[in-house]
């Protein structure tokens, strides 16, 4: 079990004596807790040293340009008495006092314009700046970012990057685009699926944390859980959204990240460091058939072309699994009277190693830009501030989302730490663009289940521009300079 799952278990058996014992606190009484990291013994607080040099940076600056989606999980101007605002506030302060330095937080609307615009003035503004995923994979083409790999003391081995990810978005020992926990919006917007529990125990189902648990859970059992739930609540004859459904998501982006946590791949590397284009196969064939099947044939699917569909029905009580991501828990969820469980999007088969959840497009990633100027700076302190996040921001984002009505589930807390260890990401998805772009591929299978399900008609006449617009974003790794 990790460190931040265990140190948040450890709060809920507190909360769960206190409550024993006739001590139910308030919801914003548990955050002096998080903040003393009790679990931690000495060998675990070696493993997860930060291993920095002492620095007197005599009240340099260190600015972030952030995304103003993603700010609220990044950055904190004050504390407020909510426990994530707080830790991430008192993160700051720790990384200021340690170093001698000042963070300042930029938030923009738009960060790709405002990149592009400090890369042009060639302007020292920013010592690392965030961004959505594929905004970020999209300007790879116009050469604004640094090898992350160049910059002093950032080691990705640490803990706070997610290491699969770090993998799958380097090539060639180049890293321009990364993930750490510095930003917890990259846990925030990691898919999942919620499921209703006490529509579970209306039609006599087994126990999901079980099924996940025992690495049951497949496309195979999602079928048979889930088809068997349809209702015509209001008798009109007619499917619509005030009926009752097993299963509910969107056209607009969840059959392709169906593909991914079913362990497809649009680029795979091989052996020597390559990547090859892998998007189609046999494999991928079969799956958009199953999808095509599921959406347009199935009754107890409820499936459309609007964003977010799927946790709406949910929202509403009238579906079993309503696909999603995590960070949708705090659009209501926690304020709802449905009594849900948040657990991974299911395998194609028992065959498959593991659970994989991919990170929305817009999930927060970092650079850094070729106008930085002192890297031993921008390192050091970018280093300190993922590491701090990583003892006590993660902690305080897991109460966050589960909030007190589910800190004595413990079965949340079990399926957090397998959504999470699971995370994904695609080099092709990260940068292979939109269609409009000249890439387009990851994106394709939306398309093609809201269609008619052919696959191949559909690749075969985009492959070559694909083929070739993948071929130029290698070149990019290939031709690096910093």
Known sequence: MSKRISAFLLLCAMLTSMAACGQAPAENETSADLSADTTVTEETEEKIADNLPERDFEGKTFTSLIPAWTATLMAAEELNGEVLNDALYNRDRTVEERFNTTIVSHIVDDSAVEIKNVTASGD?????????????????????YLNAREIPYVNFDQPWYPAEVTKELTYKDVTFIFISDYSIASMDMTDCLFWNRDLAEEYGLEDIYEVVKEGKWTKDKMEEMCLGVYQDVNGDGTRDDNDRYGIALDFKGDPSTITFSFGHRVLQRQNDGTFKDVFYDEALVAQVEWMYNMT????????????????????????????????????????????????????????????????????DAMVFLKTLGDREFAGIILEA??????????????????????????GNMDMIELIMDGRMYDFGYVYGAFESHGGGASFWIND?????????????????????????????????QG
């Open 124 to 144: 020292d503004l920013y010592q690392i700046a965030s961004d959505g995923l594929v905004s970020l994979g999209i300007n790879l083409m116009q050469d604004w």
């Open 385 to 410: 501030l993922a590491a701090e996040s990583y003892r006590t921001c993660v902690t305080a984002y897991y109460d966050n989302v589960l909030s007190y009505k589910l800190v004595r589930d413990e």
């Open 296 to 363: 347009h044939n199935e009754e107890a699917v409820n499936c459309q072309d609007k964003w977010n569909h799927g946790f709406n029905m949910f929202m509403l009580g009238n579906t079993l699994a309503g696909y999603g991501r995590i960070n949708m828990v705090s659009w209501g969820m926690r304020d709802s009277d449905i009594d849900y469980a948040i657990i991974p999007r299911p395998m194609y088969d028992e065959n498959q190693e593991k659970y994989l959840s991919t990170l929305a497009g817009s999930a």
């Open 448 to 480: 093609i289940v809201k269609g008619n399900g052919d696959v191949t008609s559909y690749y075969q006449k985009r492959k070559s521009n694909w083929e070739n617009y993948i071929a130029t974003v290698l070149e990019k790794f290939d031709n690096y």
